[in-house]
């Protein structure tokens, strides 16, 4: 019997769809061991449905125009893990391609795995971790405690029994934690992901998203990703630190040294990349904030950013620099939780290799409040504004593929006619009676 039958009895394959979303199938471990090394079929629409699962695309690639096809699901072993809450079932994350085994360019793996091989030609691999907020719910979806409890020890303490459930079992799962603690709204949460490269960073987050809210209904309880739950309370921001690395493991960035915090000098590396990745965030909005409701997270003083800049510890812009050597790194602010992992970093890392490739000019940091800043490029506002950014932007086709970009504003623009069609509750409060 082989190490893999004998230790499970059931193994999950698994995959974000577009939506970040986890999803796959589960087979016998006997099965899984017999066929190590090949693919499964599944049906593309993962690629082409929105976050309810409604098909939003009528492309050939996988909508019912091209007969709604299979791809496949090829394991990638070394990410085989147990599920340490569900003993004898382990999990496996796949790559997904064609039937002959070429690489589906438009899976969000592959996406930050075609920008990370750029990266590796110059010499560098990319590095992150990880900031995602959520929101803790009880069983009536009610916030699990109330006030602004922001970073409280006691608050932690009183609801340990989930706390320390979500912190061992992402251990266990060898998803490395740096910390966790509660945020700036009711039952908020932020978990913190150690540094690690880029593609293990979103693998991880992927998985790390998906037991949270497992563990959570075991609990009896819910957690929501969602960006903004409530409008009276915090949003949910997913705030992503960034470096280069050279192939001998050090900080390329980290020349710069103790003067990181005065000035930017030269043409540096760090110069570049921080210029691309100004120069791409409004372009590259619709990556790290894919829904109407992701926009409703930006708001001035509120901690998520409004314009685009970068100042060294400074949360009033896009980009925060911060660290001193080895540490020093950026941290893209703009990220919604309900991002999708894969297509948030490699929006990111796509803004600084664009940098990088273009040698373009130092930009100038700021100081102070720069919410109100006119001078700065604001952040798309709407995903109606992004998703017009995205779709007509040619580094967006150049980076991530002319197909992509087509089948992401599918998706897009099916989210924005979902919302114009929907009639809320507001809506009948205010124009039921008076209209």
């Known amino acids: 019997m082989s190490a893999i039958a004998k230790n499970y009895h059931t193994v999950e394959i698994g995959f974000g769809d577009i939506n970040g979303a986890l999803i796959g199938k589960r087979t016998p471990a006997r099965f899984f061991e017999e066929h190590l090394g090949e693919s499964t079929g599944i049906c593309r629409a993962p690629l082409t449905w929105d976050i309810q699962n409604d098909y939003f695309s009528e492309r050939p690639f996988a909508g019912f125009a ?38 589906i360019e438009v899976s969000p793996r592959q996406i930050l795995k075609n920008i990370l091989k750029r990266f590796s030609a110059l010499g560098y691999a990319v590095k992150v971790g990880s900031e995602i907020e959520f929101y803790l719910l009880d069983e009536y979806k009610r916030p699990l405690f109330g006030g602004k409890e922001c970073y409280s020890i006691g608050r932690i303490g009183w609801h340990s029994d989930i706390y320390d459930e979500i912190q061992k079992n992402l251990e266990a799962l060898g998803i490395r934690v740096e910390g966790i603690h509660t945020e700036y709204g009711p039952g908020q949460s932020e978990v913190i992901l150690e540094y ?56 390329a960035f980290a020349a710069l040294g103790a003067d990181a915090a005065t000035a930017l000098p030269g043409p540096s590396l760090l110069d570049r990349y921080l210029a691309g990745l100004l120069a791409t965030t409004q372009a590259f909005a619709a990556l790290s904030s894919p ?145």
């Open 291 to 435: 829904s109407v409701n992701s926009y409703k997270r930006l708001a001035e003083m509120s901690f998520a950013p409004t314009r685009v800049g970068a100042g060294y510890d400074n949360r009033t812009v896009s980009a925060r620099l911060f660290g001193q050597g080895s540490g020093l790194r950026i941290e893209q602010r703009t990220g919604s939780s309900d991002a999708n992992p894969y297509l948030l970093i490699a929006a990111s890392a796509a803004g600084g290799l664009y940098g990088l490739e273009n040698a373009l000019p130092p930009p100038a940091l700021v100081t102070g409040n720069h919410y109100f800043d006119e001078t700065l490029g604001e952040i798309p506002r709407t995903l109606a504004e992004a998703a017009a950014l995205f779709g007509e932007s040619p580094l967006a086709a150049h980076y991530f593929g002319k197909e992509f970009v087509e089948i992401y504003g599918d998706y897009l623009q099916h989210d924005i006619a979902a919302h114009h069609a929907a009639v809320t509750d507001w809506e009948r409060e205010r124009y039921m009676e008076n209209a």
């Open 66 to 103: 091209g007969g709604a096809p299979d791809m496949m699901l090829l394991p990638d072993i070394a990410t085989l893990r147990e599920i340490p809450w569900r003993p004898g079932t382990a999990f496996v994350l796949a790559d997904i391609v064609y039937e002959d085994g070429t690489p």
């Open 196 to 251: 690690e490269g880029a593609l293990e960073g979103a693998d991880n987050m992927v998985i790390a998203k998906n037991a949270i809210k497992e563990i959570a209904r075991k609990k009896g309880l819910y957690a929501t990703f969602m960006a903004l739950p409530w409008a009276e309370h915090s949003a949910s921001g997913y705030h992503l630190h960034q470096s280069l690395w050279t192939e001998g493991g050090a900080n």
